[in-house]
């Protein structure tokens, strides 16, 4: 139904519902953020989002709220509503025993068991549909989720801290602090939000990191060790970490794997071409984990391998007001000869932090030769 004179926009309410989608951050995955709004005679009468993994649905939530108010009322949501069963029943079902008068949709659900299935189950019912009202904001808001299922790829952030002369170290190692605490409490929101943390064996073995959250609050991700030779220590403080992850190169029956196995840690092993692990397969075995969003934490040959590798998808990069020379660099040696092969960042933001300036852009990779 027509909203009355004088009530907020359409887009105003897809916000609303958007806003709502961020409480499920770091809680849903591998689902997606999803808010609801439910509007009647231009009055919010019930909203939601989902929480939590196996919990009510965003629209089941906003329904419980409106009671009898939700005839004859109008749906925002975020994304398609899901029309099969999973660990909870079908998000269509309840809308068409709500008594809708018809539902705004911002996209398309782009997982195989819904995609468009759950639009045409309303539209069959006679429930008119809207789809696309602020659906670039909506793709933003779920990008890891959109890249998991369109791609069985996680969406991958690599995040380098460096010097303004582009150094994560000095030349003994020397790295803490690079960048002032506004940085490293905006990296543990990071973490915080993300399915997974990947680390080089360079970096357990230099860093000893526990790559928790502390700085934010939130769950810890499960921390991912690309360790091809399997060199890192095997008392570093990563392998007590529930859900740890070993990738690497050496058979799984070697007796160190059978010593991390026998602590809790999963060993992901790979075949190993001309000295290193295709990340791109790793990449795969870690969504079919059920991973859709992994931060990349270095160190360097990790950060090229994975460039090499095409698998990252956008870059943060502290740059801190300090100068080394002749520290350690922040990326190992791409193989770059000519400009017209160098990774260009695309959609560049830049934002101030403290004393340090954040760069965040989506990985623009050149065309092969072939």
Request: glycine share 10%; charged share 20%; proline share 7%.
């Amino acid at each position: 139904m027509d909203e009355p004179p004088g009530a907020p926009a359409p887009s105003d309410y897809m916000r609303r519902a958007l806003r709502l989608a961020r409480r499920g951050r770091g809680h849903v995955s591998p689902n997606p953020m999803v808010g609801a709004v439910v509007v009647r005679d231009g009055r919010i009468v019930g909203e939601g989002a989902h929480l939590r993994v196996g919990g009510p649905h965003a629209e089941v939530n906003a329904l419980a709220q409106c009671g009898d108010r939700a005839v004859g009322a109008t749906l925002y949501v975020t994304l398609e509503p899901c029309s099969t069963h999973g660990r909870t029943p079908p998000c269509t079902e309840a809308l068409l025993a709500a008594g809708l008068a018809r539902v705004v949709c911002a996209m398309e659900d782009p997982d195989p068991r819904v995609n468009g299935r759950g639009i045409a189950r309303l539209r069959d019912a006679g429930m008119p549909v809207e789809v696309g009202l602020l659906a670039a904001s909506a793709q933003a808001l779920n990008a890891a989720y959109i890249k998991h299922r369109s791609t069985q790829r996680p969406l991958v952030t690599l995040k380098l801290a460096q010097t303004l002369d582009g150094c994560i170290a000095t030349r003994t190692g020397a790295s803490r602090w690079i960048t002032d605490v506004a940085a490293r409490r905006q990296v543990h929101r990071w973490r915080a939000s993300v399915d997974a943390v990947m680390v080089g064996a360079g970096t357990v073995s230099a860093d000893d990191p526990a790559l928790t959250v502390r700085l934010a609050r939130g769950r810890d991700p499960r921390p991912l060790v690309v360790d091809g030779a399997l060199r890192s220590p095997l008392n570093a403080r990563v392998w007590d970490r529930p859900g740890a992850v070993l990738i690497t190169a050496v058979p799984g029956d070697d007796p160190r794997c059978r010593s991390l196995t026998a602590r809790g840690v999963e060993v992901w092993t790979f075949a190993s071409r001309q000295g290193r692990i295709d990340l791109g397969e790793v990449a795969s075995r870690a969504a079919a984990a059920g991973i859709t969003s992994v931060l990349l934490e270095g160190g360097a040959i990790l950060a090229a391998n994975a460039l090499r590798d095409r698998i990252v998808d956008q870059v943060a990069v502290f740059l801190a007001p300090r100068l080394i020379g002749g520290g350690r660099a922040s990326l190992a040696d791409l193989g770059t000869v000519e400009l017209s092969q160098a990774i260009v960042l695309e959609d560049v933001r830049v934002q101030r932090l403290g004393p340090d300036l954040l760069y965040r852009a989506r990985v623009g990779y050149p065309c092969s030769p072939a």
